[in-house]
C-alpha cells in the first residue's frame, strides 16, 4: 500500500520525510526508500524491509538537504528488493520520482526505450515514467513540460512525485485518475507533499486536495496547479483539525465517501506484492500452498456474512472457472446448523472485514471439528479469525471506518480471483497463455474503478430522481447476481429504503407481481456472459411499467433505449466485472442516504463488528 512524502524548504528533508513514512507505515509495503537533493547531486538510499532499516542505512551514510522525497512500496513488477525499491532515478541520475499506480503500458514504453539505447537498472513500471521524463526533458527543454508530455503516454491511474538536480527550487505533484489521495500541505517558507495527511499532520494543518488530471509545482514559497494540458488551476485552501477523525476524513463528508473514493488504492494495493506481471505468477505467502496440497483439494466451501457472503458468492463462480473446484457458500450462522457434509481434503474459507465475527469463528469452529482445512480472508491482522486459520490473506484495505463495508468488498473479490488463478497454476488447469490474460486483466482494474468514480455526478442526478422512494427491486446474473444483493443491502443499510434482490431469472416466479410504476428497477447488466438473458428480463419489467435504472456497460445502445437512466461502467474483463458494476450502486445509496439527511457512517442498529450470534 503505496505511501509517499516529500519536501521542500529550510528544514533538514531528510528526518520530516522518514517520520512522514512512518506515519504511513499501516498501509502495508515490502521496501521503503528516501532521495535527497545534497550538495548539488540527488543521494538515494533504498532497499527491501521496513522503514527501521532505512534509518539503519541513512545512519550509516548520513544525508542531508532541503529536498527530497520518500516511499514506501508494494511491489507489482519485480520482486521486492534494493534494485526495486523507489526512489528511481533516471539514466542520467538527474531526475529522481516516487510512484503509487501500474502504469498499463509499461510493457510497449519500455520496448520503445530500449530500443533507442536505454538502460533499464529495475525490472519496475515506474522506471518507465522517469526515463521518458528525461527523454522529453531533452527535447522540451524544462521539467514541468518534460513531466506532462510524460503523463500524457502513460496508461493507468497515478500519483507521483519527481524533482531534478538541474531545477533544484521545485517539486512537481501529479495524480492521474483517482490514484488514491495526493495532498499539498502549505507551510511558512516550506511545502510538503504526501499520499495521505498523517504524514504531514505534524508540520501543518493547510493542505491543498489535488484532483484527478491535476499538476502542482511545488517550491519552498509557491504552490501552482495546473491541468495535465497546461491550463492553470485556482486551488483552494483546507484547514485540517487535529482532531485525528476530522483529520482521517479529508476532503470528504463522510468516511464512507472516503472509502469508496479509497478503492483505486486498495485495489492496487491487493493486486501489489502479489502478482508479477512479467511471469504472470500469483504469490499469496501467508497461505503456505504447496502444489501437492492444492492438487490434493477436492472441495471449498466459503463461509461469511452480510457483504463478506456476497463476496463468497462471487468467490464461487472464480474458483469454479478458473480453478475447476467445487464450491459451497454458506451465510455462517447457517454453516454449523445444517450439519455440513465435509469430507476429506476439503477447504473452509472464512471472510470477515473485521476478523472477529461471532457466527463466522462459529462456523470455523464446526468446519475445524469435522476436519477441514481452514483459511481466511480478513482485514483485521491478528483478529480471531486470523489466528484460527490454517493460512490467511490480508485485504488490503487499511482502516475501514464507516459502517457500511465498501473497500472491504472489492478487495476480497480481487483477493479471491488471485486465489482461483494461483489454485488453477498449481492444479494445472490452465493453459500458460489463459493465466497470462488473466493476470494482464488485473493491471487494468484500478483504472477501471478510477472511470466509475469519475461519473460520480451523474449517479447524484439519479439519487435526486429517486431518493423517496419507499422499495426497490435489484436483479442480476451469474458473477453479477451477487452485485445485486450487496446493492440492495448498501441502500437498505444507509438509506433504510426496503431494496430487495432477486437473480433476474426468478423475477417471472413471483416478483413480478410487485412491478409498476411506483416499484424502480435497479438491473445489473454489464456485457458479460448473461448480458442477452438481462435485457430479456427488463424488457419484461418495462412492459409492466416499472422505471428501469441500468448498471450498463459504456456504450451499450441497447441498455439506454431500454432504459430510464443508465449508471455507465467501463467494459471490463466479465470474471472481474463485479469489482466495477458495485461502485455506482455504492455512491447511489451514500449519495440517497445523504439526500435523506441520514448519518451515513453510523447507521441506525448496525455496528461495525457483530460479535454476538
Avoid at 470455523?364 to 480472508?377: D, P
Avoid at 456504450?555 to 461502485?583: F, M, N
Wanted: hydrophobic letters at 40%.
Amino acid at each position: 500500500m503505496c505511501g509517499i512524502v516529500g519536501y521542500i524548504g529550510s528544514q533538514d528533508a531528510t528526518q520530516i520525510i522518514l517520520r512522514g513514512l512512518q506515519r504511513l507505515e499501516y498501509r502495508g509495503y515490502d521496501s521503503a526508500g528516501i532521495a535527497i537533493y545534497s550538495q548539488g547531486k540527488i543521494e538515494v538510499r533504498r532497499d527491501a524491509g521496513k522503514i527501521s532499516h532505512l534509518f539503519e542505512l541513512v545512519n550509516a551514510a548520513p544525508l542531508y538537504g532541503n529536498l527530497g522525497i520518500g516511499h514506501t512500496r508494494w511491489a507489482t513488477h519485480g520482486e521486492p528488493n534494493a534494485r526495486n525499491a523507489h526512489p528511481h532515478l533516471s539514466s542520467s541520475s538527474r531526475i529522481v520520482i516516487v510512484h503509487n499506480g501500474i502504469v498499463e503500458n509499461y510493457r510497449s514504453l519500455r520496448d520503445e526505450l530500449e530500443s533507442e539505447g536505454v538502460q533499464f537498472q529495475s525490472e519496475t513500471d515506474t522506471e518507465v515514467i522517469v526515463q521518458l521524463i528525461e527523454r522529453y526533458l531533452s527535447t522540451s527543454g524544462s521539467l514541468i513540460s518534460a513531466v506532462r508530455k510524460t503523463l500524457n503516454e502513460i496508461q493507468g491511474a497515478h500519483g507521483l512525485v519527481v524533482f531534478s538536480q538541474d531545477e533544484p527550487d521545485k517539486l512537481i505533484a501529479a495524480r492521474i485518475g483517482n490514484a488514491g489521495g495526493v495532498v499539498i500541505g502549505l507551510g511558512d517558507g516550506e511545502n510538503f507533499v504526501a499520499s495521505d495527511l498523517p504524514a504531514i499532520l505534524e508540520h501543518t494543518r493547510r493542505v491543498v486536495f489535488l484532483d484527478p488530471q491535476q499538476l502542482a509545482v511545488i517550491t519552498r514559497d509557491t504552490l501552482q496547479l495546473q491541468t495535465i494540458q497546461g491550463a492553470l488551476v485556482d486551488w483552494s485552501e483546507h484547514q485540517i483539525s487535529w482532531d485525528p477523525v476530522t483529520a482521517e476524513k479529508g476532503e470528504y463528508r463522510h468516511f464512507m465517501q472516503k472509502e469508496i473514493h479509497e478503492q483505486v488504492r486498495s485495489t492496487t494495493d491487493t493486486i501489489a506484492g502479489r502478482v508479477d506481471f512479467s511471469t504472470a505468477k500469483v504469490h499469496l505467502a501467508e497461505l503456505n500452498l504447496t502444489r501437492e496440497f492444492a492438487q490434493s483439494i477436492r472441495k471449498i466451501f466459503i463461509i461469511a456474512c452480510g457483504t463478506a457472503y456476497h463476496v463468497g458468492l462471487v468467490g464461487k463462480t472464480l474458483i469454479e472457472r478458473i480453478a475447476r473446484i467445487p464450491v459451497e457458500v454458506d451465510i455462517a450462522s447457517e454453516f454449523r446448523y445444517r450439519d455440513p457434509i465435509i469430507e476429506p481434503n476439503t477447504v473452509t474459507i472464512a471472510i470477515s472485514q473485521s476478523g472477529e465475527t461471532a457466527d463466522t469463528l462459529a462456523a470455523m469452529a464446526e468446519a475445524r471439528k469435522k476436519g477441514s482445512t481452514l483459511w481466511s480472508i480478513v482485514n483485521a491482522i491478528g483478529s480471531q479469525v486470523m489466528r484460527q486459520a490454517d493460512g490467511f490473506i490480508s485485504m488490503q484495505c487499511g482502516p475501514e471506518i464507516g459502517v457500511a463495508s465498501t473497500k472491504a468488498y472489492t478487495a476480497p473479490l480481487i483477493d479471491l480471483y488471485l486465489l482461483a488463478v494461483l489454485l488453477a497454476d498449481l492444479r494445472d488447469s490452465i493453459s500458460s497463455e489463459t493465466r497470462f490474460q488473466l493476470v494482464s486483466d488485473l493491471r487494468r482494474i484500478p483504472n477501471l474503478v478510477g472511470t466509475c468514480l469519475d461519473r460520480e455526478a451523474e449517479v447524484i442526478e439519479v439519487a435526486k430522481l429517486f431518493g423517496n422512494v419507499s422499495n426497490c427491486l435489484y436483479l442480476g446474473r451469474g458473477i453479477n447476481m451477487p452485485t445485486a444483493y450487496e446493492g440492495a443491502l448498501k441502500l437498505k443499510e444507509i438509506s433504510y429504503i426496503h431494496a430487495e434482490a432477486y437473480p433476474a431469472g426468478e423475477m417471472k416466479h413471483g416478483p413480478i407481481a410487485l412491478i409498476d410504476k411506483n416499484l424502480p428497477i435497479i438491473a445489473i447488466a454489464p456485457k458479460d456472459p448473461w448480458y442477452e438473458k438481462m435485457l430479456s428480463q427488463i424488457e419484461q419489467a418495462k412492459a409492466r411499467g416499472a422505471k428501469i435504472i441500468t448498471v450498463a456497460s459504456e456504450g451499450d445502445e441497447q441498455a439506454k433505449y431500454l432504459s430510464d437512466r443508465v449508471l455507465w461502467v467501463p467494459p471490463t474483463p466479465w470474471l472481474l466485472s463485479p469489482v466495477t458494476t458495485i461502485i455506482p450502486l455504492q455512491l447511489l445509496a451514500y449519495h440517497i442516504a445523504c439526500q435523506r439527511g441520514l448519518d451515513v457512517d453510523q447507521p441506525r442498529n448496525l455496528a461495525k463488528s457483530v460479535t454476538v450470534e
